[in-house]
Structures are given as structure tokens and as C-alpha cells.
């Protein structure tokens, strides 16, 4: 430690000194005032700011992703403004003021929330744990008739009497026999989503039921007009 005498006084703040002569008191001076020290504190509010733009930028690639499924379905999910939230994810957080910034995160990571929640309810697993599709949607050749027509379904085909689950949850809009697709279950999702189990040899549900996903609701069969 280097001692110094009281009569050597000196100034942090206007950075001097009496005896500029003593190296070891300069050194001392220097350690005070932080002069060794690389100028950060004015940098460090923007690159924490840059950090957190950065960050917002990953969830908002994410919020375009969801809204973009429900966009291709051609669905408008519950109390969830799509052109809204697309456009809010759009923004330039780089202008937004930095009070301001932890309310945008804030209201991104409400909307992403909503999404994933609105996404989990969609019907989109299959009904049956085992089955290969036999016919997809859209225009296809009629293999009894062979004329050629719109096909507004997927055929599953499986093994008899495969239990067929709901997909999703939701309830039961119908039960019973609908003219060419046989014995029907009729499910209404949210999101304004319904689907049609057809064919089947067995109902398990009525009408008014509710229903969660994974529920068995029916058993493959071979009813209607079937290929």
C-alpha cells in the first residue's frame, strides 16, 4: 500500500492533484475515478435494449408461424384478431420508446399465448391410432362410378372396427345416418370447426354429448357408399 502524506489532497471529481509528481498517488487517483475502465455506462441502456429487440423479433417469428396455420386453414380462431396480431408482430420495436418496450414484450407474449391456446383445440390429430389413407380431399376419380367429382373428405381405411377417437374436444352436433356417408358423428370443435366421422359401423355418442380428445366415439365400419 502506498501512504499518502495528508497535506497531498486531492480532487476525484475535477481529476487533480497538488503533486503531479507522484506517479503511485496519479495511479491511485485514476483507480478512484475509474478512469482504467472502458466507457460503458452510456452504451449499456441500447445494447440491452438491442437484446431485447433481438429477443422480441424470435417470438414474433412464432406469432407469424401460428397465424399463418390458422391463415392456410382458413380459419378465424375465437375472440383472436389475426390481421390484428400479424400486424402488431410487424412492428418496428427499434422506434418504440424504451418505457414503452417492456409493455410491447408484454403483449406479445399475451398473443403468442392465445395462439398456442387456440391452436391446441384444433382437430388436428387422427381419429385412429392405426389406418392409411385411401383417398384424399379434392377432385378424384369415383371408383364405382368413374366419373370424375369432388371428394370433401380424407378415407382412412383400417382394420375392422377400429375404435375411432374425437380429435379434439368438443360436442356432438349429430348421431345417427346421413345418407350416402352411413352412420355419421358430427363433432363441433371450437373455432367454428366441425368434423364428420362417416362409415362407421357403430355410434358410441348421442347427440348433445360432450366430448374430449382421445374419447372413443365410434367403431370402423363400411356403412353408406363406400369404395
Known amino acids: 500500500m502506498v501512504p499518502i502524506e495528508e497535506s497531498r489532497n486531492f480532487s476525484i471529481n475535477n481529476k ?17 475515478s475509474y478512469n482504467f475502465l472502458p466507457v460503458i455506462p452510456f452504451a449499456a441502456p441500447r ?28 380459419l378465424q380462431p375465437d375472440n383472436i384478431d389475426l390481421t390484428e396480431v400479424d400486424n402488431f408482430a410487424k412492428n418496428n420495436l427499434l422506434l418504440t420508446k424504451d418505457l414503452e418496450l417492456i409493455d410491447e414484450l408484454s403483449s406479445r407474449f399475451n ?4 395462439l398456442k391456446e387456440a391452436i391446441i383445440f384444433l382437430p388436428l ?4 391410432q392405426y389406418y392409411y389413407v385411401s383417398s384424399q380431399y379434392g377432385m378424384r376419380i369415383h371408383p364405382k362410378t368413374k366419373k370424375k367429382q369432388m371428394h370433401k373428405g380424407i378415407d382412412m381405411a383400417g382394420t375392422w372396427q377400429e375404435e375411432v377417437r374425437a380429435s379434439a374436444n368438443g360436442f356432438v352436433v349429430f348421431s345417427g345416418r346421413f345418407g350416402s356417408f352411413g352412420k355419421v358423428i358430427k363433432i ?6 366441425e368434423t364428420l366421422s362417416g362409415h ?3 355410434l358410441l355418442v348421442k347427440k348433445g354429448d360432450s366430448v374430449i380428445e382421445g374419447q372413443i366415439i365410434g367403431k370402423m365400419g363400411a356403412t353408406g357408399r363406400v369404395a
Open 111 to 114: 398473443y403468442l399465448d392465445r
Open 125 to 128: 390429430k387422427p381419429p385412429m
Open 200 to 202: 362407421l359401423h357403430k
Open 47 to 74: 445494447n440491452n435494449k438491442t437484446k431485447m429487440v433481438q429477443f422480441s423479433k424470435t417470438i414474433d417469428l412464432e406469432i407469424i408461424e401460428l397465424v399463418n396455420v390458422f391463415k392456410t386453414l382458413k
Open 16 to 32: 487533480t492533484l497538488k503533486n503531479d509528481s507522484n506517479d503511485e498517488v496519479k495511479k491511485i487517483e485514476d483507480r478512484l
Open 188 to 193: 363441433k370443435h371450437k373455432h367454428g370447426v
